[in-house]
Every structure is written in structure tokens, then in C-alpha cells.
């Protein structure tokens, strides 16, 4: 099972220039499981070719936020009249109406569910609910839930190799852990942590964590994968990286870049 990441970033721009090199862009949430699953949209989705989009045939929705969708109606438009079969989207059902009411709606974008016809659209929908695993050629996509502004959720994605939790947008959550604390073969544990510790307040109102909050979130983990970092705001990465490691340097963090994969084999 290949993870590989497309966009890990709490915004866009790029890392500053080194030595006359340009730095690695940063994309906001979207990750590629292997080549036909997409793990939420966001602008990381830009980067793959045409060829590569029309392999995904599913995408599971994190929450409605525009940094982990963006990417979804272009990503359809390019590709679906060149598929075989639709998209489908997999997402909380209130995920799906913010979808239908607010991106497909025919005023921002067309609805693909009826494009080009009801009984063959390029797109489907399909509701997740936490807990109910969704199996998809080997590998099962379990939604947890996460505590956000908007109706959320993280995944457990496994296979017979191992497996990875990706927390999605979230604040502390006692569901999350006893989950979590309970995977016998979790590989790799993909949590967010958005703000600098000066924003604290920032982050609990935005519901994202900082790096003091993640220390101790941390402390109630009982099992021992790699541990990843994403969705730093790329005005204060530098920052919040010191602080990250300041503040959870003892359980190794390793923060995500655009380009890096994560391997269960």
C-alpha cells in the first residue's frame, strides 16, 4: 500500500528559496492511496497528470472545509467525460449536502451527478458513517470520528501489511485515541497541528491543534508508529516546526512535505 502525499499544507505559496533553488510548493490536503483512491482534494490534486487523475475512482471526503475540496470539480471536470464509470465520493452525509448545496449547485459548478445524464453521471455519492469500514480491493477505509468546526472525520486505512490513521482536521477527541490505541499495526499516525503556540487561541477557536496541544495529546498514545505532521500554515512553518519539536521532539516527528510516500508493505 503506497500513501503518497500531494498536499499536506494549512495554505498555498512555497518554501523559500535556497541556494538558487526554488523551494517545494506547498498544496493544502490531498493525498493518493496506491493510484485509484483520493484521501480528501485539495490543491495537492493539481499536481498529478491527466492520465494519473482518470485512475481515481474514488475520493473520501475528510469535511467540507474549501482546502480539503477545492480540487474535486476541476479534478471531474478534466476527467470525467474520459471514465468509464463515475467518481465516487465518499463523505458524511452532511459533507454531501454541503457539497450539493454549496460547490455543485449550478451557480458555483455543475452538478456531475446529472452531467451528462442521471442513469450514467461522472459522479456518485456514497454517506460514511464512523466505524463502517469500506473495503476497496484490499485495502479498508475506516472512518473515525474528529472534533472540527463542521462535521468531520479522520480514516484508518489498513491492508494486510499494516496499517496508517490520518487524524484529518481536528482538536483533542477521546474517540480518536481509544481508536488509535487500539490498532495493533499501526505503521504510521498522520496528525494535524495548524498554529503556532502565540495563536492558541487562534487554534481552539478554529478547532486545529498547536504544538503544545499536541504534546499532550500525545501523551495518551499507547502504541508506537511514525509519527507525521501536517497542515502548518505556511506563514509560520518555521515556527511552529521549532515548536513542534520543542514541545514533541521525544516521539520523533517527522513533518510531511509535498512529494514524500508512505510505504505498508
Not at 105 to 132: A, C, G, K, R
Not at 143 to 167: D, K, R, W
Not at 201 to 219: C, F, G, R, W, Y
Request: aromatic share 8%.
Amino acid at each position: 500500500m503506497r500513501f503518497q502525499i500531494l498536499g499536506c499544507s494549512g495554505g498555498l505559496g512555497g518554501s523559500p528559496r535556497t541556494a538558487g533553488q526554488a523551494g517545494k510548493p506547498f498544496r493544502t490536503s490531498s493525498f493518493l492511496l496506491d493510484q485509484d483512491i483520493l484521501i480528501d482534494a485539495g490543491t495537492g490534486v493539481e499536481d498529478l497528470p491527466v492520465d494519473e487523475l482518470r485512475r481515481i475512482d474514488h475520493v473520501f471526503i475528510s469535511h467540507s472545509h474549501l482546502d480539503h475540496i477545492c480540487a474535486l470539480p476541476l479534478m471531474l471536470d478534466t476527467v470525467g467525460s474520459s471514465r468509464e464509470r463515475p467518481v465516487t465520493v465518499h463523505a458524511l452525509p452532511e459533507t454531501i449536502h454541503a457539497l450539493k448545496a454549496h460547490i455543485f449547485n449550478w451557480v458555483i459548478w455543475p452538478d456531475f451527478t446529472e452531467i451528462p445524464h442521471f442513469d450514467h453521471p461522472w459522479m456518485v455519492y456514497s454517506p460514511l458513517q464512523v466505524d463502517n469500514p469500506v473495503t476497496i480491493g484490499g485495502r479498508t477505509i475506516r472512518p473515525i470520528g474528529a472534533n472540527h468546526t463542521v462535521p468531520a472525520l479522520g480514516f484508518h486505512i489498513s491492508c494486510e501489511q499494516g496499517s496508517l490513521v490520518y487524524s484529518g482536521d481536528t482538536l483533542p477527541n477521546d474517540a480518536f485515541w481509544r481508536t488509535v490505541n487500539g490498532i495493533a499495526d499501526l505503521r504510521y499516525l498522520i496528525l494535524e497541528t495548524a498554529f503556532a503556540n502565540r495563536e492558541r487561541d487562534l487554534a481552539v477557536t478554529a478547532k486545529h491543534l498547536h504544538p503544545i496541544q499536541l504534546a499532550e495529546e500525545l501523551n495518551r498514545m499507547r502504541v508506537d508508529p511514525q509519527l507525521c505532521i501536517t497542515h502548518l500554515k505556511p506563514s509560520d512553518r518555521e515556527q511552529i516546526a521549532r515548536e513542534i519539536e520543542a514541545w514533541a521532539g521525544r516521539f520523533q516527528p517527522r513533518i510531511l512535505q509535498t512529494g514524500d510516500v508512505l510505504d505498508i508493505d
